[in-house]
């Protein structure tokens, strides 16, 4: 099973393991930032690559066919409009006047045992 | 080649499923929108690797492609909604 | 209606004649590559539809600059200048990511986020969308806002990434890509 694995899927397996390392990268940092805005950061970002990267892999496994073309309109769909996405949110955050957290804030709260603000 | 597949369609999965806790547990409406937003592109993954498992991905890539297009469409909106008449 | 012809328009930039012919072409791919079907009765109700869809839709492509003096084509650019600005772009997301992702999935966290603000102004409003776009798509940092003076006020997530943007090859790569003059100050304090 292992022996006969030929040139093209070797290679698109590592393209497809790349990916699924980058996704969940990306949803492990989406549990642990503490804020929205940082989070915003990882799921945009990272989640892009990762999915970008596995249909690079798909599309080296398939050749030069019709079903590829249309795998590649869909990888220019995500990578033009993931962004737009994150950044309409975030926008939409900012004007609804969100609070944007910093590290001097967070070290001034613990020293007045404050709440967190929302 | 078909157990790569599933590899990643398990990998696929469990990212699901983490977004699914963080849309139960974001304190805010926009945490939970962005789980979401993730869920829905990862949805377009998982979609197309089925596909494979089933011998048939020139099919799957036509509804894969119509729902990579709604969904990003009802993304936006949503957004907008969310951020008052300002956006 | 007593609008005089598209085709006549003073204020495009551009000849509007090559602007439809490569809309047209486009729409015609696009359908191609859906279709998958090569017969001649296709490829003519092809033509037909493109060319068809392709007139409809040009006057909503036309973007006016910000005095309303002169009206841009959406996708007037090259597409070999554009390709390179795509895999340059491409080599610094997957950069940028590596270093967001070590930051990320370390047992302590190191990040330390802040709003940054700064100016670019141009004449063609694609350059504000393309450059929100790429600040965006690279891994570090989020455009929040752009006001409709050019100030761009953008999140970022760690010091490097922070460093990097300031530096401004990023601004002044969509500028040569547009024929624009690079006018990029960056705004300190609040």
């Known amino acids: 099973m292992i022996a006969d694995i030929t040139l093209r899927e070797f290679i698109a397996g590592l393209f497809l393991a790349g990916g699924a390392f980058f996704l969940l990268a990306s949803a492990i940092g989406m549990l642990r930032l503490p804020d929205f805005y940082c989070r915003l950061h990882a799921s945009g970002n990272s989640e892009t690559l990762g999915v970008m990267l596995s249909f690079m892999g798909l599309v080296i496994y398939e050749g030069l066919t019709?079903?590829?073309?249309?795998?590649?309109?869909?990888?220019?769909?995500?990578?033009?409009?993931?962004?737009i996405g994150t950044h309409i949110l975030s926008k939409a955050a900012y004007k609804s006047g969100h609070h944007v957290w910093t590290l001097e804030e967070d070290a001034k709260e613990e020293k007045n045992h404050a709440d967190l603000p929302h | 080649m078909h157990i790569i597949i599933v590899a990643i369609m398990v990998a696929v999965v469990c990212v699901i499923g983490m977004m699914l806790q963080r849309i139960y547990q974001g304190p805010t409406v926009y945490d939970r929108m962005n789980g979401l937003g993730v869920t829905g592109a990862d949805t377009i993954l998982l979609i197309i690797l089925f596909g494979y498992l089933d011998g048939r991905p020139e099919m799957y890539v036509d509804i894969a492609m119509s729902y990579a297009l709604i969904g990003f469409v009802g993304s936006v909106i949503i957004a907008k909604y969310l951020g008052g008449k300002d956006v | 209606m007593e609008k005089e012809s598209i085709l006549k328009d003073r204020t495009i930039v551009g000849?509007?004649?090559?602007?439809?012919?490569?809309?047209?072409?486009?729409?015609?791919?696009?359908?191609?590559?859906?279709?998958?079907?090569?017969?001649?009765?296709?490829?003519?109700?092809?033509?037909?539809t493109s060319a068809v869809v392709a007139w409809i839709c040009y006057p909503l492509l036309l973007l006016p600059n910000a005095d309303g003096t002169k009206k841009y084509f959406a996708l007037g650019v090259s597409p070999i200048a554009f390709l390179c600005y795509?895999?340059?772009?491409?080599?610094?997301?997957?950069?940028?990511?590596i270093d967001v992702v070590k930051a990320t999935v370390r047992p302590e966290l190191r990040i330390d986020p802040k709003v940054i603000r700064f100016v670019f102004r141009s004449d063609n409003p694609m350059a504000k969308v393309l450059l929100a776009n790429s600040i965006t798509l690279t891994p570090g940092t989020v455009t929040m806002n752009v006001t409709s003076e050019g100030i761009y006020e953008v999140h970022a997530l760690t010091e490097g990434a922070a460093?990097?943007?300031?530096?401004?090859?990023?601004?002044?790569?969509?500028?040569?890509?547009?024929?624009?003059?690079?006018?990029?100050?960056?705004?300190?304090?609040?």
């Open chain 1, 66 to 83: 019709l079903t590829s073309l249309k795998m590649i309109m869909i990888f220019l769909l995500i990578f033009l409009g993931n962004p």
């Open chain 3, 86 to 97: 795509s895999m340059w772009l491409l080599k610094e997301l997957v950069l940028a990511n």
């Open chain 3, 15 to 48: 000849s509007p004649l090559t602007h439809l012919f490569s809309l047209g072409i486009l729409m015609f791919v696009f359908w191609l590559a859906l279709s998958g079907d090569f017969a001649v009765k296709f490829v003519v109700y092809g033509l037909i």
């Open chain 3, 163 to 190: 460093e990097g943007l300031l530096a401004g090859a990023m601004p002044r790569k969509v500028a040569e890509l547009f024929g624009e003059e690079f006018d990029f100050t960056v705004l300190k304090g609040e």
